[in-house]
Every structure is written in structure tokens, then in C-alpha cells.
């Protein structure tokens, strides 16, 4: 192979051929060359069937430039000698790729990466949500305990879903923070106990939709007696975290005092938790010595959760199950500061000390707390009152176009639902009027230009 | 000068009748192509050398119809004149 093949070596090979004296085959094989060369400076133009054909062509005299003179040269006019094969040598030659034939490109051969690379960007999307989620819980962590307290009183029954999640966003951060601080044993068990917390909640979830319909009824007034002592809680202890000021010993003292509250209410509820309770501790307690190694678990679950949390919220559009998430939540926090008392010496010893030096404000604190659970509970039923009134139990005909609008970076069909129309609810009008636009309604690329419908209320009678 | 004219040309300086000479400048032909199909190059002293060369595949466009063609690789002989021949006719 890729040997370079001579004169001498066509004569052997001729005369082995036709049974040739070599000498002959020398003599026929270089004339043949010879005439070939003679012939060209003749005729100039050769042609040998099977071979090819050989022609001189004229190449006119132009103009060049010395390069390194850089003078103005002329190229005198020459000769050049061109070979094209014959078609039979051609076809010869390229036998190897005789089977390919030249292909007619589709126009949509090359979108595949396209596409690639707009699934790339939505990933990003939801990892900006992730991070925006993160950012609004460190806005909400400086947020004083009171100012919270109050939030919560305007904040609607979705709204307390999307805080609590940021609140268990916010723990790991919390966590994170209170690393510099003592109470070590404390966060562990904490962020342990968040991913029970979150698999808890799935289950819960996943309940029957008569079921909850069923506990909802029960269950709302026990969330809104106990959330806000909860909230308060949560707080405190965000509040410890942040200050090791006077208001710590304070904060703390609030949160004993509210964990206390929250444990007696636990024994009253169901036993099926005291179980699950029970279970917990030792599985905290066996934790505690990994919690280093698993705390990176762990977020990863969390985030993992969240993602897990908001997808099944925007799946499910029925409004009764958003306050038995938050039921979850909440009986499990309760069951968090139960567990965390016996855990933690430190808290404790505060403990102790807190309930000797203030009994009073402890008394108030828990005294307000029912006041605050008065208000909210009349807050809220008003406020579901109104959703229901706006959202699900009414319908909307879609009677023409509002605005074209073009989807900006970080906002959602919720944002725009509630920039058009003050409720969250209505989100899916806009993709029942934008059905040719959007393919999945989770997943909307920035820059999409969606149709805003004009909504009327459908009246009783049609 | 064509085929016929350079067979007879050649038979004429030889002595050989045509079909014989016809004969031989084909199997000479033959000889070079087998030698080039396996891949070697046939250099001839005082003509020049002949070589085969991969052409790698290419899309083209039809200027017209503004159509894309994927025009597959393919090996062409490629003849590079001797050095004293370019001499002759410069």
C-alpha cells in the first residue's frame, strides 16, 4: 500500500501479462510515455482511451508582486499541462465509494440542537425559580417576628403554602447559620427532621380528594388555632439565630414558651404521630453523629421536595387541599419542637431559666398568641371566602383579547394572572386562550407573546 | 491527438500492428489502475506522477433553487506533472 509504483515495475508486470520479453515490454511501455509527451508538445492535446486526456493549457502572463522586493513583477505567460481522467478511470478509481450518492438536505435536518439548547435554557429557568425562592426566604428571615405575624394575617391560603415552603427553604439556610453558633445538636435534628417534614407532606398529599374534603372541615380550625403560634415560633427562632443580643434570650423564651403550648396540643391529637414521633427521635438520635455527611443530602432532598411541592401544587388545581398541606405542615413542626426539647440540653437549660425569670411574659406571649389566632382564623375564613367567590366556583367566559403580552425573564402564567387579574386562580384561562402558543403550561420559554383574554363572569342563568 | 490517431502513431514506430498495440496500451492502462486501486502511486520519469486523492465530503448549495446537497466523498486521480515536463513547455 502507498508504494510508489515505477516505470520498471509496469514493464515486469506487462510482460508477465502477455508473456513479453522484458525488453520488449521496456521498449512498448516507454514509447507509448514518450509519444504521449511527444504528442503533447505538438498537438497539445492527447487523448488515450481508458486513460484520460492530456491537454495544454495557456496561462496568459499577469501581474504580480515580489514579496520581497515588494516590487510589481510580471509572471510571464506558460503552458500548463492538465489531465483529466477518463470516465471509465474515474469510476475505476473510485469503486471504494461507489455506493454513496449525493443526499438532498432537508431544511429542518440541523433544528434537533436547536431545540437542545431551548431545553437547556428552561432548566436554567427553573433553577433562577429555585434561587429566587431561596432569595425571597433570606428577605423574609430579616423580617422582624411581629411584622411576620401580620404578613401572615393579609397573606392568603396560598400564600401561607408558598411561605411555609420558603420556610423550609429558609431552614437550611437558618442551619447554615447557626453553625457559628452553640446549638449545634439543635439545627441536626432540625434538618432532619425537614426531610420527614417533606416526605410527610407528599404523603398527606396524596390523600383522597373526599378525605381531605372531610378533614379539611376539622382540620382548618386546628391549623388556624395553631399555625400562628407555630409562625411565631419559627420566627423566634430566626430571630435567636440572627441577634445574640438581649432579644435572644427573649426570642427564646418565646419559642419555649410556644413549643410547650404545642406539645400539649400534640397530646391531644391523634397517636398515630405519637408513633411516628417515637420513631423519629431514634432515627434523629442515630443521625445526629452523621449529620455533617448527610447535611448536603439532605438540601438536595429539600430542593428536591420543594420542586416536588410546586409541581404537584400546580397540578392540582383543587382549592381543599391546599389547607391540609399547610395542616401537615404545621402538626409536623409541632412534632418538631416536641422532639427537638428532649434532644437538645442547651435549649433546655435556657428553658428552665427562661421559665424562672419570666413566667409573665411567657403568659402573654401565649395570651397573644390566642389573640392573634382569633384574628387570623376570622381573616382567613373571609379570605377563602373571597378566593372561592373569585376563582373556582365561578366560571369566566373568555370574550376577547386584553393585550398581546411578551413573557419577561422570572415571571410565570401565575405572576401574569395576577397582574391582570389580582388572583392567582385564573392562570389557567390564560392557557386555555393560548392553546396553540403554549405546549406545556409548567414550562413557558421567556419571550413567548400570549394573548391576554378578556374574562367576564358566566351569569347562573346560561 | 486522438486514441485512434496515437494507437496507429504508436504501432507505426513499433512495428506492431494496432490491435495488438491497442491491446498492450490497454493492459499497460490495466496495470496502472490495479496499482492505484491498492492505494500505490505511479510515478512515470519524464511525464510525471499519478496519485490518488481522497476528496472529502461537502455540502453544496444549488445557487437557483437554493437546495442543499451532501455531495459524498469520493477518490479521484490526481496527475502531477514532472518536474522537466513543466520545464519543457515554460
Given at each position: 500500500?502507498?508504494?510508489?509504483i515505477?516505470i520498471?515495475d509496469i514493464?515486469?508486470?506487462?510482460?508477465e501479462?502477455?508473456?513479453?520479453?522484458p525488453k520488449?515490454a521496456d521498449?512498448?511501455?516507454?514509447?507509448?510515455?514518450?509519444?504521449?509527451?511527444?504528442?503533447?508538445?505538438?498537438?497539445?492535446?492527447?487523448?488515450?482511451?481508458?486513460?484520460g486526456t492530456?491537454?495544454l493549457?495557456e496561462v496568459?502572463?499577469?501581474?504580480?508582486?515580489?514579496?520581497?522586493?515588494?516590487?510589481?513583477?510580471?509572471?510571464?505567460g506558460h503552458?500548463?499541462?492538465s489531465?483529466?481522467?477518463d470516465?471509465?478511470?474515474k469510476?475505476?478509481?473510485?469503486k471504494?465509494?461507489a455506493?454513496?450518492?449525493t443526499v438532498i438536505?432537508n431544511e429542518k435536518t440541523k433544528l434537533k440542537?436547536?431545540?437542545?439548547?431551548i431545553?437547556?435554557?428552561k432548566?436554567?429557568t427553573f433553577?433562577?425559580?429555585?434561587?429566587n425562592?431561596i432569595?425571597?426566604?433570606?428577605?423574609?428571615?430579616?423580617?422582624?417576628?411581629a411584622?411576620?405575624?401580620e404578613e401572615?394575617?393579609?397573606?392568603?391560603?396560598?400564600?401561607?403554602v408558598?411561605?411555609?415552603?420558603?420556610?423550609?427553604?429558609n431552614?437550611?439556610?437558618?442551619?447554615e447559620?447557626?453553625?457559628?453558633t452553640e446549638?449545634e445538636?439543635?439545627?441536626s435534628?432540625?434538618?432532619?427532621?425537614l426531610s420527614s417534614?417533606?416526605?410527610?407532606?407528599?404523603k398527606?398529599s396524596?390523600?383522597?380528594?373526599?378525605?381531605i374534603?372531610?378533614a379539611?372541615?376539622d382540620l382548618?380550625?386546628?391549623t388556624?388555632k395553631e399555625?400562628?403560634?407555630?409562625?411565631?415560633a419559627d420566627s423566634a427562632?430566626?430571630?435567636?439565630?440572627e441577634n445574640?443580643t438581649l432579644?435572644?434570650?427573649?426570642?427564646?423564651?418565646?419559642?419555649?414558651?410556644?413549643k410547650?403550648s404545642?406539645t400539649k396540643e400534640?397530646?391531644?391529637?391523634?397517636?398515630?404521630?405519637k408513633?411516628?414521633?417515637?420513631t423519629?427521635?431514634?432515627c434523629?438520635?442515630?443521625?445526629?453523629?452523621?449529620?455533617?455527611?448527610?447535611?448536603?443530602v439532605?438540601?438536595v432532598?429539600?430542593l428536591m421536595?420543594?420542586?416536588?411541592?410546586?409541581y404537584?401544587?400546580l397540578?392540582?388545581?383543587?382549592q381543599p387541599?391546599?389547607?391540609?398541606?399547610?395542616?401537615?405542615l404545621?402538626?409536623?413542626?409541632r412534632?418538631?419542637?416536641?422532639?427537638?426539647t428532649?434532644?437538645?440540653?442547651?435549649?433546655?437549660?435556657?428553658?428552665?431559666t427562661?421559665n424562672?425569670?419570666?413566667?409573665?411574659?411567657?403568659q402573654e406571649s401565649t395570651?397573644?398568641?390566642?389573640?392573634?389566632?382569633?384574628?387570623i382564623n376570622?381573616?382567613?375564613?373571609?379570605s377563602?371566602a373571597?378566593?372561592?367567590?373569585l376563582?373556582d366556583t365561578v366560571?369566566y367566559?373568555i370574550?376577547?383579547?386584553?393585550?398581546n403580552?411578551?413573557?419577561?425573564?422570572g415571571?410565570s402564567?401565575v405572576?401574569?394572572?395576577?397582574k391582570f387579574?389580582?388572583t392567582k386562580?385564573l392562570?389557567?384561562?390564560?392557557v386555555?386562550h393560548n392553546?396553540n402558543?403554549i405546549?406545556d403550561?409548567?414550562k413557558?420559554?421567556?419571550g413567548?407573546?400570549?394573548r391576554?383574554?378578556?374574562?367576564?363572569?358566566?351569569t347562573k342563568?346560561? | 491527438?486522438?486514441?485512434?490517431?496515437?494507437?496507429?502513431?504508436l504501432?507505426r514506430k513499433?512495428?506492431?500492428?494496432n490491435k495488438?498495440?491497442?491491446?498492450?496500451?490497454?493492459?499497460?492502462?490495466g496495470?496502472?489502475?490495479q496499482e492505484l486501486?491498492?492505494g500505490?502511486?505511479?510515478t512515470?520519469?519524464?511525464?510525471?506522477?499519478?496519485?490518488v486523492?481522497?476528496?472529502?465530503?461537502?455540502?453544496s448549495?444549488n445557487s437557483v433553487t437554493q437546495?442543499?446537497?451532501?455531495?459524498p466523498p469520493?477518490l479521484v486521480?490526481?496527475?502531477?506533472?514532472?518536474i522537466v515536463l513543466?520545464?519543457?513547455?515554460?
Open positions: 500500500m502507498s508504494e510508489k515505477t520498471q514493464i515486469e508486470l506487462l510482460a501479462k502477455h508473456n513479453m520479453s520488449e521498449i512498448f511501455v516507454k514509447s507509448m510515455f514518450e509519444l504521449i509527451e511527444d504528442a503533447l508538445t505538438i498537438e497539445k492535446y492527447v487523448k488515450v482511451k481508458g486513460f492530456f491537454k493549457m496568459k502572463s499577469r501581474e504580480g508582486v515580489n514579496i520581497d522586493a515588494r516590487e510589481r513583477i510580471e509572471i510571464q503552458a500548463k499541462i489531465f483529466t481522467p470516465s471509465n478511470m469510476n475505476l478509481i473510485n471504494p465509494f455506493h454513496f450518492e438536505l440542537d436547536v431545540v437542545i439548547e431545553e437547556g435554557e432548566e436554567e433553577e433562577d425559580i429555585v434561587t425562592i432569595e425571597e426566604t433570606i428577605v423574609t428571615e430579616n423580617v422582624a417576628s411584622e411576620l405575624a401572615i394575617n393579609s397573606i392568603t391560603d396560598e400564600d401561607i408558598i411561605f411555609e415552603e420558603t420556610l423550609t427553604a431552614k437550611p439556610i437558618v442551619a447559620k447557626l453553625n457559628t446549638e445538636t439543635l439545627e435534628s432540625e434538618a432532619n427532621l417534614e417533606q416526605e410527610n407532606i407528599i398527606e396524596k390523600k383522597s380528594i373526599e378525605d374534603i372531610t379539611t372541615i382548618t380550625q386546628k388556624i399555625e400562628p403560634i407555630i409562625t411565631i427562632r430566626i430571630a435567636s439565630c445574640k432579644a435572644e434570650s427573649i426570642s427564646l423564651m418565646k419559642s419555649n414558651s410556644s410547650e404545642s400534640v397530646v391531644l391529637t391523634n397517636p398515630t404521630y408513633a411516628e414521633k417515637g423519629r427521635i431514634s434523629d438520635i442515630s443521625n445526629t453523629s452523621k449529620t455533617k455527611v448527610t447535611r448536603k439532605i438540601i432532598i429539600i421536595c420543594i420542586a416536588g411541592g410546586i404537584w401544587y397540578q392540582s388545581k383543587i387541599l391546599i389547607p391540609i398541606q399547610s395542616n401537615s404545621v402538626l409536623q413542626k412534632e418538631n419542637s416536641k422532639v427537638l428532649p434532644i437538645n440540653d442547651s435549649l433546655t437549660q435556657h428553658k428552665d427562661a424562672i425569670l419570666i413566667h409573665i411574659p411567657k395570651t397573644l398568641s390566642l389573640q392573634d389566632t382569633k384574628t376570622a381573616k382567613k375564613l373571609s377563602i373571597k378566593e372561592t367567590s376563582a366560571e367566559d370574550t376577547g383579547t386584553k393585550t403580552y411578551t413573557l419577561q425573564e415571571e402564567l405572576k401574569l394572572a395576577v387579574y389580582g386562580k392562570w389557567p384561562y390564560i386555555r392553546k402558543i405546549k403550561a409548567n413557558v420559554p421567556v413567548t407573546i400570549l391576554i383574554p378578556e374574562l367576564t363572569p358566566k342563568e346560561s | 491527438m486522438s486514441n485512434k490517431e496515437f494507437i496507429s502513431e504501432s513499433l512495428g506492431y500492428i495488438d498495440t491497442s491491446q498492450l496500451v490497454s493492459s499497460v492502462i496495470i496502472m489502475v486501486q491498492d500505490n502511486s505511479v512515470i520519469q519524464g511525464l510525471g506522477t499519478f496519485d486523492k481522497k476528496k472529502l465530503e461537502r455540502i448549495v437546495q442543499r446537497m451532501l455531495i469520493k486521480l490526481v496527475y502531477t506533472p514532472s513543466k520545464e519543457k513547455f515554460k
